[in-house]
């Protein structure tokens, strides 16, 4: 294995060789390290593939290079994944661009049977931070893994909830695995590779951040996914893009509706204006869409005296027994952590106590 990853590591290193050209390389050569073998008139002859390009393989002298980055994954338990590897997540093999060569710290299933991206603004505001956990906290119960980009905001909302939640979670970063942006996410970046989450990257260690490498990871996370759900975007968000691509890709897109006058989710409501996304307003509506079915059994459950319930539960039994009331006006009412409320909101609807209705509000049931 590393005898095929030290010729894949020197392939994407040389100077024009991107994605696309790799894989086509590969494709007519065998292997990587065949296309180091062979002639320069062969090469040039590839469809893609000119005779400066060719003339870059064949004088490619940077192996000392390739060995340091091979010996370093080695040693830092990196799992590197080539795109004709039989573990390479089948998603990204659909995707005409997506990377050669893939860099995950963790155990995370990168095929897992269901896959939602989490995304949007890195200003999010409570009412969003909030809407993020319930969403993902009910999306646990599809056996949904969770990918987003470990930005502030919405996306680490959504590793976190994930992490509460039990589920894995998986960032995909913009720089090497060698370091991690931003720095405040450590502690959460360790809690997801404890829960069986992942650290994704296409960049060789020592890549630091830079502005081309940010559309290169929204095409991650859009070609890991079955879905792609924006809960807060402006209009000119880095997650439009990520939602266009996700389109490209053939992906569903769902968008949580904000209020008109909310610049913060006006990237959202134009999605669905114009028919890119579809409106959801809970996990629910996501696995119908989907064909999704919930994978939480509660056959067998009784439904408990209210007097047996814990004292969180008796207080949001408390507020909805004043009539239904929004997640919001829960959040509100209860003073309970974005998280705390949805688990909570999870639990007591699959105990039978409470009902979810429509537009992302909650009701006892009768």
Not at 30 to 46: D, H, N, P, T, Y
Not at 171 to 177: S, T
Not at 306 to 323: A, K, M, P, Y
Request: negative net charge; charged residues 20%; contains cysteine.
């Amino acid at each position: 294995m590393q005898h095929a990853l030290f010729y894949q590591i020197a392939l994407g290193l040389v100077p024009g060789v991107g994605d696309v050209l790799m894989k086509t390389l590969v494709a007519h050569c065998g292997s990587a390290e065949e296309v180091f073998r062979e002639k320069r008139q062969m090469l040039a002859s590839i469809p893609g593939v000119n005779m400066n390009t060719a003339t870059a393989i064949k004088s490619f002298r940077d192996w000392e290079r390739a060995e340091f980055e091979c010996a370093w994954v080695q040693q830092n338990g990196i799992r590197a994944l080539f795109f004709t590897e039989s573990e390479y997540p089948f998603r990204l093999k659909h995707c005409n661009d997506s990377p050669g060569l893939l860099f995950v710290k963790g155990n995370m299933d990168l095929n897992a049977r269901r896959m939602i991206g989490v995304v949007g603004t890195r200003r999010a505001s409570r009412q969003g931070k909030a809407r993020t956990t319930l969403f993902t906290t009910e999306l646990a119960g599809y056996g949904c893994s969770i990918i987003s980009g470990l930005a502030y905001g919405i996306d680490a909302q959504a590793h976190q909830a994930a992490v509460d939640a039990g589920i894995p979670t998986g960032a995909v970063v913009a720089h090497g695995l060698d370091v991690l942006y931003p720095p405040s996410h450590h502690q959460l970046a360790r809690n997801m590779l404890d829960g069986g989450g992942a650290i994704i990257s296409d960049q060789l260690q020592g890549m630091k951040l830079s502005p081309e490498h940010f559309p290169r990871r929204n095409r991650i996370i859009a070609g890991l996914c079955d879905a792609l759900l924006l809960v807060e975007s402006m209009a000119d968000g880095g997650a439009m893009i990520t939602a266009d691509i996700a389109a490209s890709y053939n992906r569903d897109v769902f968008a949580v509706p904000g209020r008109p006058d909310d610049h913060a989710s006006a990237g959202c409501n134009l999605l669905i204006q114009q028919n890119k996304a579809a409106l959801v307003c809970s996990a629910d509506d996501i696995a119908e869409l989907m064909g999704w079915n919930r994978q939480v059994s509660t056959a067998g459950r009784q439904i408990p005296l209210f007097r047996d319930l814990s004292e969180e539960q008796q207080t949001i039994i408390g507020v909805l027994q004043q009539g239904a009331k929004t997640v919001d006006e829960l959040f509100d009412e209860t003073g309970f952590s974005g998280s705390k409320l949805a688990h909570l909101l999870l639990n007591m609807e699959l105990d039978g106590l409470i009902t979810q209705l429509p537009g992302m509000s909650y009701q006892l049931r009768t």
